[in-house]
T-cell receptor, first 111, second 112 residues
Framework: SQQGEEDPQALSIQEGENATMNCSYKTSINNLQWYRQNSGRGLVHLILIRSNEREKHSGRLRVTLDTSKKSSSLLITASRAADTASYFCATVESGYSTLTFGKGTMLLVSP | NAGVTQTPKFQVLKTGQSMTLQCAQD?????MSWYRQDPGMGLRLIHY???????DQGEVPNGYNVSRSTTEDFPLRLLSAAPSQTSVYFCASSYEYQETQYFGPGTRLLVL
């Protein structure tokens, strides 16, 4: 069953605005990962944040992790039309050797 | 460096037919996995392997079979295709199970 749940399910913004997506999960995790999927393509890894980390940056991406609330957020700053995609969070539960994906957030960035 | 490759890209099967979805990686990754993606369901794990000769079931293994005779290849077999197996199938690999996953481009399967 799905461990992570993304919120919102869909998000529509204008170019230049920031986009924030949230992920909640249920159990203790080793790490949490964010992936992007362009329409009809495979998933591409964006960021991995470990359970002992609180924040991580990569270019225009900022990920936070709050293990006490069992939640993570992905912030994309200064969005571009090319950021239009589905974004998934995935978790590795403590003691397990598999990655569990959420259902994703569809982001539409309009020019 | 081709990364993760999958063949075929598209396939149409009739109910009851069998087929094998191919997956190969050239990154010397020990961990490989198969997911299916259905609308509104995200990705669900079918089978995975932590190394050559070792496989295990994921969340939705019924109707699928895997083997891992080499580090590079991880084929997924549909034993007797059913319409419920209509989906997009993704293969992924990684150095370790909890590290970054590298995905293939996917195989779109339609079972009539």
């Amino acid at each position: 069953s799905q461990q992570g749940e993304e919120d919102p399910q869909a998000l529509s913004i204008q170019e230049g605005e920031n986009a924030t997506m949230n992920c909640s999960y249920k159990t203790s995790i080793n790490n949490l990962q964010w992936y992007r999927q362009n329409s009809g393509r495979g998933l591409v890894h964006l960021i991995l944040i470990r359970s002992n980390e609180r924040e991580k940056h990569s270019g225009r991406l900022r990920v936070t992790l709050d293990t006490s609330k069992k939640s993570s957020s992905l912030l994309i700053t200064a969005s571009r039309a090319a950021d239009t995609a589905s974004y998934f969070c995935a978790t590795v539960e403590s003691g397990y050797s598999t990655l569990t994906f959420g259902k994703g957030t569809m982001l539409l960035v309009s020019p | 460096n081709a990364g993760v490759t999958q063949t075929p890209k598209f396939q149409v099967l009739k109910t009851g037919q069998s087929m094998t979805l191919q997956c190969a990686q050239d990154m010397n990754h020990e961990y490989m996995s198969w997911y299916r993606q259905d609308p509104g369901m995200g990705l669900r794990l079918i089978h995975y392997s932590v190394g050559a000769g070792i496989t295990d079931q994921g969340e939705v293994p019924n109707g699928y079979n895997v083997s891992r005779s080499t580090t590079e290849d991880f084929p997924l077999r549909l034993l007797s295709a059913a319409p419920s197996q209509t989906s997009v199938y993704f293969c992924a690999s990684s150095y370790e199970y909890q590290e970054t996953q590298y995905f293939g481009p996917g195989t779109r399967l339609l079972v009539l």
